[in-house]
């Protein structure tokens, strides 16, 4: 939109100065409006990301819950000797990820499992 405002100012306004002016700040408020656009649309998928990481512990939690702890702690290892490191380095990485580290998850699988052992 921004391209279409300043090329329709380019074209049809060049002879005055007031629609010159005028053009290019039509294009300078759909800059903005596309700005508040992409920012949105950029939080809303980073806070999906959030919230689908969460699910994927809670659903870890059940699952060692229902006693088959143990066997998705081994396939999480396997997955993660045969594919190397995949945790993100970055905040950025961390909030462009869908799926939360395997070794975390391991970690955290392994200490739930500890924590049922310990309770009598």
Excluded at 109 to 116: H, S, T, V, Y
């Amino acid at each position: 939109m921004q391209n279409v405002a300043s090329a329709a100012t380019t074209s049809f306004a060049s002879h005055s100065s007031a629609i010159t002016a005028l053009g290019r700040v039509v294009a300078a408020l759909l800059t903005a409006v596309s700005w508040v656009f992409l920012s949105g649309l950029l939080l809303s998928n980073a806070l999906a990301n959030i919230v689908g990481r969460n699910a994927e512990f809670q659903a870890d939690h059940r699952v060692v819950d229902m006693g088959f702890g143990r066997p998705l702690a081994m396939a999480l290892r396997r997955a993660v000797a045969e594919s190397g490191s995949d945790r993100p380095v970055t905040w950025q990485g961390r909030l462009e990820t869908t799926h939360p580290p395997a070794r975390t998850r391991v970690a955290r699988i392994d200490a739930l499992l500890r924590q049922r052992r310990d309770v009598p």
